[in-house]
Each structure stands twice: as structure tokens, then as C-alpha cells.
């Protein structure tokens, strides 16, 4: 695995170099290790955290009904415009009761020092099913293709949008882990001029709207050592987006498919990265 971390940045070093819109581009090596106190500890301190601010709602479209939490920014000033945060969840979390899709990464936003600093809308909705189907295409590349209900979520967004005019719509963001990263990028595909900016953790790609993806920005994160979704996945996305000179790829060389969030829940990395993006 070291070996394919090591060809693939050699690789990419050498299409900078002879790639002129690239440049902009960022990969991100990381070595970070988690150990058992670690992963307990972090999760502890977000599952701790009490959700009564994620407002319980449901979404209904047809036959598809969607549970979702919602939660809107802290001191609201009159004539300000805030973010809409869509956090995903992963397939552990599938169900309908309400609750069990605030992972730890969706509760960041609960976080005092994040609630305070990045006031935002955060959508957090629960699918019954998954929401993001895998399949292998032409190339032998594992895909992902999104469900029914993760494209109501566009519907969702809409009437949200409408409820509350203070969201900017041009500061529409989408997050998501594991199956949730990859309904992220499902949802920036099929919707690219909708959202500004998108964070996928250990998702299996959808590469399904390229072109249209070639200036969006977009934060890769995976662990070097995932044996469940393949770090080659997003290996091949960033290839295939090698004009993008928003994106960036980080690789955390000793994490794997259960740990790869931890270091981002104690952090604002993730909420300050998005702030920064427009469309």
C-alpha cells in the first residue's frame, strides 16, 4: 500500500509539472495515528454533546418519506445571510427513527466553539435505505449511484430554501462519511451549480458528471489503509479531475475505514474550509 501511496504522488507531481492549469491543485499527506484512547476519546466528547438543537422534522415527496434534523444558526442577526450545511450519514446509521443519523461528524455543529464562530443551517437527514448504491463500471472501478430518496434530498433543500430566505444560497454545502460522502458526491453531481463546496471522507466515487465538476470545490479525504470503501476510488476521481484547481486530496497514510474522521472532530478544519468557499 505504502508503495501505490508513493507512485501515485510521484505520478502527480510529474503531471503538475507538465499540466499548466493544474497547478493550483493540493495534495495532503498525512500521518496522523489513532490509537484505542483516541477514537474513544473523540467520539465521547461528540456524543456527549446534547441534540435538542437539531430540530426533528420529516420530509415527505410521494411515497418517499425522509426523517431529518435541522438545525439553524445561533443568534440570528436581521438582513445576515447564513450557510446551509447537507451532513450525510453513513450506512451503520440507516433507519428511521431520528436520531441514530447525528453521527459524531454531524455533530460538530453542536460543538459551543463551532455553534458560536460558523452560525450556519444544518440539514442532517436519515435514509431508510441506502442511500448511495456501489456497482463496478466499464473500467472495473467500484461506482456510486445515488437512491431515491438521496435525490428527494434536492426537493428538500428547495423547500428549506424557501422557508427561510436567509440562507445564501450561495454558500450551499455538502459533507458526508463513508456511504454519506458518496450521496455528497452524488448530490454535487447531479446538482453541481447548486452547492459550493463539498467534503467527501472515505467515499466510493461518482464520476457520472465530470465536466461539470471541473471548478467545483471539492476536499477528498481518505485513509491509505480502508479495506471497506477502496482509497483507489478517490485516487481515480482526483485523475479524473486533474483540471480542477479547487480540489484537494488528502491522504492520511495510517487510517483506515473506522477511524479516518477522527482527527476532524475536534478540529474546525472542517467548518472553516467551508466558509471560505463561494460559488
Known amino acids: 500500500m505504502q508503495k501505490q501511496i508513493f507512485t501515485f504522488v510521484l505520478i502527480t507531481f510529474f503531471f503538475f509539472l507538465t499540466t499548466e492549469y493544474s497547478f493550483a491543485q493540493k495534495i495532503e499527506t498525512r500521518t496522523d495515528q489513532v490509537d484505542t484512547a483516541t477514537f474513544a476519546h473523540n467520539r465521547k466528547i ?50 428511521t427513527d431520528n436520531e441514530n443519523q ?8 453542536l460543538k459551543d466553539e463551532i455553534y458560536s464562530k460558523y452560525p450556519c443551517y444544518v440539514i ?57 460522502a458518496s450521496t455528497a458526491q452524488n448530490l454535487m453531481s447531479l446538482d453541481p451549480d447548486r452547492f459550493a463546496a463539498e ?16 471548478r467545483k470545490n471539492i476536499w477528498l479525504i481518505h485513509g491509505a489503509k480502508d479495506n471497506e470503501n477502496p482509497y483507489a476510488g478517490s485516487v481515480e476521481l482526483f485523475n479524473k479531475l486533474s483540471s480542477d484547481p479547487n480540489l484537494i486530496f488528502t491522504t492520511f497514510t495510517n487510517l483506515n475505514h473506522n477511524n479516518i474522521t477522527i482527527p476532524f472532530l475536534l478540529t474546525e478544519e472542517i467548518p472553516k474550509w467551508l466558509f471560505e468557499k463561494h460559488q
Open 124 to 180: 442532517a437527514p436519515q435514509f431508510s435505505k441506502r442511500s448511495s448504491d456501489y456497482e463496478s463500471n466499464h473500467e472495473n472501478i467500484l461506482i456510486s449511484k445515488p437512491s431515491d430518496e438521496a435525490v428527494a434530498i434536492l426537493e428538500l433543500i428547495k423547500k428549506i430554501g424557501k422557508e427561510y430566505p436567509d440562507i445564501d444560497k450561495n454558500r450551499m454545502y455538502l459533507a458526508g462519511y463513508s456511504m454519506g
Open 102 to 109: 447525528l453521527e459524531p461528524l454531524a455533530r460538530i455543529w
Open 46 to 95: 461528540l456524543n456527549n454533546l446534547n441534540t435538542d438543537l437539531f430540530l426533528k422534522k420529516i420530509f415527505s415527496k410521494g411515497d418517499i418519506q425522509i426523517p431529518y434534523r435541522f438545525l439553524t444558526p445561533k443568534n440570528k442577526t436581521k438582513g445576515q445571510k447564513y450557510p446551509l450545511v447537507i451532513t450525510f450519514h453513513n450506512s451503520t446509521r440507516i433507519g
Open 199 to 214: 467534503v467527501s471522507i472515505a467515499a466510493v466515487p461518482d464520476l457520472s458528471n465530470l465536466k461539470k465538476l471541473s
